[in-house]
């Protein structure tokens, strides 16, 4: 398929999601189910590299700065609007992109080529509606809290480190918080969650959705997942923030 045909394919696939649902209950439960494995499965890759990003950006930033008409408040402004902005936001979607969305394409093609689909479609039951559409939805209100996580975390994992290593004391890094904050950055920061939170979740469902072969494509069709949303997330990142800083 070339590009044209893919992205056709994908909009299509978007556009049936939106049926009325045969269950409301279980579309609640496959809801719910998704916010699970999305929210726990990931929950504990973020907690470190949430703080390992933080504390290193600390360091190297204290290193940077070596400048004695910088005061050290610079350093946690820094490493503040670094998390708020950029790392968390994009770098853990990057991330999640390998986590959360090869999962999702494994799991959609495993159903399409065992023929759980066609099986769902015989009943009359909307597969798109029904195995899609929680994903995205999940996504979409999961993903954006683990990203608030990814931040708070990020922040403290800095403060810790440049206590620990005598780079920077608690009261100063926290006199630094607290100096400049942009209410803006927040807001970008934001609008990149939910808008990779939307391709880490319906890309990886569309690959996976539209599997055709074995066992074999399964393995190409996730790996094709997570390349393009690493690129659309890096594509998205580039458009937001030269439209709104």
């Keep these: 398929m070339n590009l044209l045909s893919h992205i056709g394919a994908y909009i299509l696939m978007l556009k049936g999601m939106f049926t009325k649902p045969e269950n409301n209950r279980m579309y609640w439960k496959e809801f719910m ?12 890759i973020v907690i470190i590299i949430s703080l390992f990003l933080g504390a290193v950006s600390t360091v190297q930033t204290a290193y940077q700065l070596v400048s004695p008409l910088v005061p050290m408040t610079t350093v946690a402004q820094i490493v503040r609007d670094s998390m708020i ?6 770098v853990l979607s990057i991330v999640l992109a390998g986590v959360i969305g090869s999962k999702i394409a494994s799991e959609l093609g495993n159903m399409r080529i065992s023929e759980q689909i066609d099986a769902l479609e015989i009943m009359g039951i909307n597969p798109k509606s029904y195995l899609v559409l929680p994903k995205i939805a999940a996504g979409l209100v999961v993903i954006p809290g683990l990203i608030v996580i990814s931040a708070f975390l990020g922040i403290w994992g800095g403060k810790m480190a440049g206590n620990f290593s ?3 004391a608690p009261d100063i890094y926290d006199i630094g918080l607290r100096q400049n904050l942009n209410i803006h950055n927040i807001t970008i920061a934001f609008y990149k969650s939910y808008a990779f939170a939307f ?11 539209n599997v055709k072969g074995g066992s074999l494509e399964i393995g190409r069709a996730s790996t094709s997942a997570v390349v393009v949303s ?10 937001i ?3 709104l800083l």
């Excluded at 391709?199 to 959705?209: E, Q």
């Design 33 to 44: 189910h998704q916010c699970a494995e999305i929210g726990f499965g990931a929950l504990p």
């Design 199 to 209: 391709i880490v979740s319906s890309i990886p469902a569309y690959y996976g959705f």
């Design 230 to 239: 690493c690129i659309l997330i890096l594509f998205a990142d580039y458009t």
């Design 85 to 90: 902005l950029e790392l968390s936001p994009t």
């Design 166 to 168: 005598g780079i920077l």
């Design 241 to 243: 923030a030269a439209l």
